[in-house]
C-alpha cells in the first residue's frame, strides 16, 4: 500500500541518492573545504577592513571588517545540511505538474538531482564571491569579476531550466 502525505496528496516514496547525486555531494563539499582554506591560508595578509560590496563595474563600494569572510563559508555549510534534510522530504516540494503515483519516482528524483545540482553550485558561488574579495581586498588596483559571477548565475538558471525541461518531458 503506497503512503500519500497529508497536506498534499503526493505519494511518499524512499529515494535512494544516485551516483551522480553522492558525486555531486562531494563537489558541494569540496567547496565548503575550499571556502574554509581560502579564508584561513589569507586571514594573516588582509587588512582588517576588506571589501564588501561592489558596483557593476567592479569597483568597491562598501568595506566591513574582515571577518565578514566567515559568514559565507558558515552559510555554504548550513546550506549544505539544510539542503541535505530537505531532501529527504520529495513529497512536500511543489512541483511544476501534478504528481501521481505513477510519475512520482521520475519526478522525485529529477527534481532531487536539481537540488543537488543547485546546492554545489550555491556553495561554489560563494567560495568564488569570497576568493574575489580576498583578491580585492590583497590589491586594491583589482576589481571585482562581475562577469565569472553573471556566468555562475546563468549556470544556476540554466539548471532550473533544465530541470523544467525534463520535468515537463516526464509528465505522464
Known amino acids: 500500500m503506497m503512503k500519500f502525505s497529508s497536506k498534499k496528496n503526493q505519494p511518499v516514496l524512499e529515494m535512494d541518492r544516485s551516483p551522480q547525486e553522492a558525486m555531486l555531494d562531494l563537489v558541494a563539499i569540496a567547496g565548503i573545504v575550499a571556502s574554509f582554506v581560502v579564508v584561513i591560508t589569507n586571514w594573516e595578509t588582509l587588512p582588517d577592513r576588506i ?26 555549510t548550513f546550506s549544505f545540511f539544510l539542503l541535505k534534510v530537505i531532501s529527504r522530504y520529495p513529497h512536500t516540494f511543489n512541483y511544476p505538474i501534478a504528481i501521481t503515483p505513477e510519475n512520482a519516482a521520475v519526478q522525485y528524483r529529477l527534481a532531487l538531482n536539481m537540488m543537488y545540482w ?55
Open 51 to 76: 571589501p564588501t560590496h561592489f558596483d557593476f563595474a567592479g569597483n568597491v563600494n562598501r568595506f566591513s571588517p574582515k571577518n565578514i569572510l566567515w559568514i559565507f563559508s558558515l552559510s555554504s
Open 118 to 172: 543547485l546546492r554545489a553550485e550555491m556553495i561554489w558561488l560563494f567560495t568564488l564571491i569570497q576568493w574575489q574579495m580576498i583578491a580585492v581586498a590583497k590589491s586594491p588596483s583589482d576589481r571585482f569579476n562581475s562577469l565569472v559571477v553573471f556566468l555562475l548565475l546563468v549556470i544556476v538558471f540554466c539548471t532550473v531550466g533544465v530541470y523544467l525541461w525534463r520535468a515537463w518531458q516526464a509528465r505522464s
